[in-house]
């Protein structure tokens, strides 16, 4: 999760255990909108519950069942109220959630049956055709499951979604994968960008910090310093994806110009755009 970070450095941050593991959440964001044609959109699903119990212990998973089912449902809607997913890409932990639990001997099948799942044309070439280097981290039953959905809407690099509608901006980055998409959310109170694993955590703020799963540090960089420098001068927010304590923060640069963050909340029940 660092990169060529050394283990004196990165576990000032977050502690390892007995196995060299990490904490790290799997967060969506759920968004719902107010007036009339209100919409609710969620922004990734996590990880789910689709992996068997093998899998489930080799990734450290800890929770057998639906953890965001149960979120949904504590924030007073469901997965079946759903209108839009938009998925940053589609490696498992960050759309595993869009599958149903595992059950022995019983194929997956796709959740959310009246939302648009939203993807990028390059995060969908990928994962249809996946590098060596990636290929385990996507799921091969996901593509066929929501192309045969006849609710997956592509999105090209530069233009908006039908689904989500003009307010909102779906940027692209590929120092991670192909067409990684970030998605933002209007705001009065400045922006506020879900960047997945561009900046998967408040340690991944340091610029230099990247994970070794990315395909391209260099590019990396380039991109997360654009975007916090944006997000600086206009006191945006980032949504953070894996982040195990925090779950939005500010973002600020000091005199110095490292960057750093503010006003971080745990949890976004009830926060207003």
């Not at 639906?66 to 997913?85: C, N």
């Not at 648009?116 to 044309?121: I, K, P």
């Not at 340690?203 to 944006?230: N, Q, S």
Request: glycine share 8%.
């Amino acid at each position: 999760m660092f990169g060529s970070a050394p283990r004196a450095l990165w576990e000032r941050w977050i502690a390892p255990d007995e196995r060299h593991r990490i904490p790290l959440a799997c967060r969506a964001m759920l968004v719902e909108e107010t007036g009339g044609a209100s919409k609710k959109l969620l922004f990734e699903a996590g990880i789910g519950a689709f992996f068997s119990p093998k899998m489930r212990d080799r990734f450290g998973v800890i929770e057998p069942e639906h953890v965001l089912l149960d979120s949904l449902k504590r924030a007073g809607t469901s997965h079946e109220a759903i209108d839009a997913v938009v998925l940053s890409h589609l490696h498992f932990d960050h759309a595993g959630g869009v599958l149903s639990a595992y059950v022995e001997g019983q194929p997956l099948s796709l959740l959310f049956p009246r939302a648009s799942f939203v993807v990028g044309r390059h995060a969908w070439n990928r994962a249809k055709e996946p590098h060596p280097r990636d290929r385990a981290s996507f799921i091969p039953e996901l593509c066929d499951l929501l192309e045969r959905s006849g609710r997956l809407e592509i999105v090209e690099p530069g233009w908006s979604s039908a689904a989500l509608g003009a307010a909102y901006v779906l940027h692209e980055s590929e120092g991670h994968t192909p067409g990684l998409l970030l998605g933002e959310v209007p705001s009065e109170d400045g922006p506020i960008v879900f960047a997945s694993d561009l900046i998967p955590g408040v340690p991944w703020v340091h610029v230099p910090i990247t994970m070794g799963y990315d395909r391209w540090p260099e590019r990396i960089v380039d991109e997360k310093t654009a975007l916090l420098e944006r997000l600086a001068r206009e006191r945006g927010r980032l949504f953070f994806t894996h982040d195990p304590e925090i779950a939005i923060a500010r973002i600020t640069r000091d005199s110095s110009g490292r960057f750093g963050t503010s006003e971080a909340w745990r949890s976004l029940d009830g926060l207003a755009a």
